[in-house]
């Protein structure tokens, strides 16, 4: 089994990867693979649905982070996708990111596990963590919660680490994502088969 923990944040050490940081630990004391997945500090231009890429092999035509993280999907059974907040809202970058990820591409995600994060200053964290949760929860995957709203405080590292709430919060999601993966793993049952989907256009 293997989860990708996803940074959002132009600071690669910063306070959002230590809060994957902490997950990870969890989710690695269970025997889980992972890896941490830099967005950088590149722009990632966001979508133009194009289509271009429902028409080649779900690849998007702007060959940047994107594509890079799509090639391990197929290969990963969770994703955590972690953002700094940035104006009440997610980054910019892994605003993008996602948009592009998720279009069109519901088949590479359904039945797969999920949890999303924010780390901010003081304020947003609810309004970033919601804006994320639309990925999943649209995209048939089960989304991991934990005994608080998935977010740290502090606005560098070492005010992040004091944030005890915070960093609780991060380790019980890596342990309900371990005995969700486990429990999928030894129920060994098929993928629910889903209906071909049915879009409602309120105006003709």
């Known amino acids: 089994m293997k989860v990708i923990l ?3 944040s132009p600071h690669k050490d910063g306070c959002t990867n230590l809060a994957l940081e902490e997950i990870e630990k969890e989710l690695k004391k269970e025997g889980i693979e992972t890896e941490i ?7 990632i231009r966001g979508c133009i649905a194009c289509n271009k890429c429902i028409k080649t092999n779900n690849r998007c035509f702007d060959n940047d982070k994107v594509n890079e993280f799509l090639d391990k999907v197929e290969g990963a059974d969770g994703f955590v996708f972690g953002t700094p ?6 980054s910019g970058s ?3 990111f996602m948009d592009r990820v998720f279009y069109g591409r519901g088949n590479l995600f359904a039945g797969k596990v999920c949890s999303c994060v924010a780390s901010c200053r003081r ?9 994320l949760n639309k990925y999943p929860l649209i995209s048939n995957m089960y ?5 608080y709203w998935n977010q740290i405080h502090g606005n ?6 004091q944030d005890l709430e915070g960093l609780q919060t991060m380790r019980n999601i890596g342990k309900n994502m371990a005995y969700i993966l486990k429990c999928m793993e030894k129920a060994n049952l098929p993928k629910p088969e889903y209906e071909k989907t049915i879009r409602t256009n309120f105006i003709r």
Do not use: M, R
């Not at 997945?37 to 722009?43: A, D, N, R």
């Not at 907040?85 to 997610?90: I, N």
């Not at 560098?156 to 680490?161: L, Q, V």
């Open 156 to 161: 560098n590292k070492e005010e992040a680490k």
């Open 85 to 90: 907040v940035h104006f009440a809202s997610a």
């Open 6 to 8: 996803v940074n959002g």
């Open 143 to 147: 989304v991991v919660g934990s005994s």
């Open 123 to 131: 304020g947003g964290a609810s309004a970033t963590f919601d804006q």
């Open 37 to 43: 997945f830099w967005l950088g500090i590149e722009p």
């Open 94 to 96: 892994i605003t993008s």
